[in-house]
């Protein structure tokens, strides 16, 4: 079992920035991917962005809404995941989970929630205008 706590989360204003972590504890994997979806009120779960290692090098992915805002980061030493999340915008507002899956992913897959394995409990981030 994967136990996956996310923190980081809160209220900022538009155009603020927070920094999310998923700490990973239980098993291990020797290549991964490790992502973050979101869900705000009234809508389906989305992808955020996720980082892949396949024992040498991590990739990283990120959804178009995202890109050149938020940055997704991994630590192997310390089995956490981090976003950095720049330029905030109220459209960002949602409940942010973590999620594991062992193994890799590629392409589209990595932005389908069903091939994550292990999900966290999720976090607030509420963006004000």
């Known amino acids: 079992q994967v136990q996956l706590v996310e923190s980081g989360g809160g209220l900022v204003q538009a155009g603020g920035s927070l920094r999310l972590s998923c700490a990973a504890s239980?098993?291990?994997?020797?290549?991964?991917?490790m992502g973050w979806f979101r869900q705000a009120p009234g809508k389906e779960r989305e992808f955020v962005a996720t980082?892949?290692?396949?024992?040498?090098?991590?990739?990283?992915y990120q959804a178009d809404s995202v890109k050149g805002r938020f940055t997704i980061t991994g630590d192997n030493a310390k089995n956490t995941m981090y976003l950095q999340m720049n330029s905030l915008k109220p459209e960002d507002t949602a409940v942010y989970y973590c999620?594991?899956?062992?193994?890799?992913?590629?392409?589209?897959?990595?932005?389908?929630?069903?091939?994550?394995?292990?999900w966290g409990q999720g976090t607030q981030v509420t963006v004000s205008s």
């Open positions: 999620a594991v899956r062992a193994g890799l992913l590629y392409g589209d897959y990595v932005e389908s929630a069903s091939k994550y394995n292990y």
């Open positions: 239980g098993r291990t994997f020797s290549n991964y991917a």
């Open positions: 980082i892949t290692w396949n024992g040498v090098t991590y990739y990283t």
